[in-house]
């Protein structure tokens, strides 16, 4: 299974090189909007749908401009459009299968191992020589940043390390539907967060678009049968850490974060800031119980299953993340926020029948209410901006 999920994340890694717009094709904000607006990861793609959508990786006119030299405008037309659409269809696929496969199998870890410090760090930890050897090996040319690229870039990873530890901690202390119907609640802290740090004011059919998702996520949290507030603060901690990383990449997406920073780079130089930020609370937390914690999990499920299984959840929470990057930077925000919901109801039910975790029937339609809202409040970002 481990080499499939390599294999076909490398080829999502080629066909993200591939589709990459040729150099002086692009518009001149693209290379402004990429270095911060990426930032925005699968988990606040619910919340904000804008900074992805302001700089589309590819477009149809700037492509036949470039290549009608040598292609008919007809063939090269259909030809382009049934390749662009299998990829989609590849990058979706991916995108969403490594997503799933993320929350079953580090669920599954903290059943056996509930320490999610650690398993926060690990997570981080596996990406890390992924993507150095890409920048070693040539695959993806290495980022270069210098003092002013740091200061930008080090309070983002920051709170994208806070999110995800928050989100670990929230998995390993409840259902994972119930996690993941917490945060769809994110839009609400980027409203609040938007407001205070950025001055932005929504007009109200957006504010309107909130209601729904705070009353999904108060009847799925009075009726989860696994409540607990350990799991509801990591969400909520999770929430409010991603919407920060999502206002933050606007307050600084004007100033220069380094040379080579595409989506992926940018996403590869958090992945390292969030585990050296990680790894002192780690060890605070859960240093001095490791050895014992260690001992008594691998006793009962074996130490080889346990480190193949950490193994592969950073390897799926990396590269689900960097598919997610490549595939948001290429389709429209309606089309954004549908896959986003698709994605999210995909996890719930996936889970559910992996893990059998009863969901009653308010609490059913309040996960359901509050996945609606986030659509919804997509919509109205895009109509009301």
Request: proline share 5%.
């Amino acid at each position: 299974m481990l080499r499939a999920v390599a294999v076909c994340a490398l080829a999502v890694q080629v066909s993200g090189f591939a589709m990459t717009p040729v150099a002086g094709v692009a518009r001149p904000q693209l290379a402004a909007a990429r270095r911060i607006a990426p930032f925005v990861m699968e988990e606040a793609a619910a919340a904000e749908a804008t900074p992805v959508a302001e700089a589309p990786c590819i477009e149809d006119e700037a492509i036949e401009e470039c290549t009608l030299i040598s292609w008919p405008a007809g063939k090269l037309s259909a030809s382009r459009k049934v390749v662009d659409t299998a990829q989609l269809g590849f990058l979706f696929f991916t995108w969403f299968f490594l997503n799933v496969m993320y929350n079953i199998t580090n669920k599954k870890c903290q059943n056996a191992f509930p320490m999610p410090w650690t398993m926060t760090v690990v997570s981080l930890f596996v990406g890390i020589p992924w993507v150095c050897l890409l920048w070693a090996s040539g695959i993806r040319k290495a980022p270069k940043i210098d003092m002013n690229g740091w200061k930008v870039l080090i309070p983002i990873g920051a709170a994208h390390a806070l999110g995800h530890a928050g989100a670990v901690i929230s998995l390993g202390a409840g259902a994972v539907s119930f996690a993941q119907t917490v945060k769809a609640a994110e839009p609400v802290f980027t409203c609040v967060l938007s407001y205070i740090v950025l001055g932005t004011v929504f007009k109200w059919q957006v504010y309107s678009a909130l209601i729904p998702i705070i009353v999904g996520v108060s009847l799925a949290s009075l009726k989860e049968l696994s409540f607990t507030y350990k799991a509801l603060y990591g969400a909520l901690t999770s929430n409010v850490a991603f919407a920060s990383r999502a206002v933050l990449s606007k307050k600084t997406m004007d100033k220069p974060a380094g040379k080579n920073m595409d989506a992926p780079n940018l996403y590869g130089v958090l992945t390292i800031i969030a585990f050296i930020l990680s790894l002192p609370f780690a060890l605070y937390y859960e240093g001095p119980g490791f050895a014992e914690a260690w001992a008594a999990s691998t006793a009962k499920v074996g130490a080889p299953w346990l480190i193949r299984q950490m193994a592969l959840d950073g390897f799926y929470y990396y590269t689900y993340n960097e598919v997610a990057f490549i595939t948001l930077n290429k389709i429209s925000p309606i089309t954004h926020s549908i896959a986003n919901t698709i994605k999210r109801v995909c996890i719930i039910l996936a889970t559910v029948l992996v893990f059998g975790n009863k969901l009653t029937p308010l609490g059913a339609a309040g996960s359901s209410l509050a996945v609606a809202g986030t659509f919804f409040y997509s919509i109205m970002k895009q109509k009301f901006p």
